[in-house]
């Protein structure tokens, strides 16, 4: 008698960018992990390793909001930055 390994689901292999857009759709859709995953055929696991791993790498940024609900706006090129002069005598 031979002895047969219990099949075990294999999943297409992605890469970088589709993983990108996987992850979009599944922001973009109103399904759990779950159903997205099945839909879409993905390991749960997989998915949400990927996701975990783009989701930092997307830090969402943080906005200065002032209690009147307002965004300050500073225009740099006006900014009084300190300047110092120095003198660099001639060689020749």
């Known amino acids: 008698m031979k002895y047969q390994q219990p099949e075990v689901k294999r999943f297409p ?39 975990t791993h783009y989701s930092k790498s997307r830090k969402p940024v943080k906005k200065k909001v002032s209690p009147s609900g307002f965004i300050e706006i500073v225009d740099s090129s006006s900014a009084k930055v300190p300047t110092k002069t120095i003198d660099i005598p001639r060689a020749f």
Not at 20 to 34: G, H, P, R, T, V
Request: charged share 40%; proline share 0%; with cysteine.
């Open 13 to 51: 292999k992605h890469s970088a960018y589709e993983w990108k857009k996987i992850i979009q759709e599944f922001d973009q859709s109103a399904l759990s992990i779950d159903e997205f995953c099945r839909h879409e055929s993905l390991g749960k696991e997989t998915f949400k390793k990927w996701r």
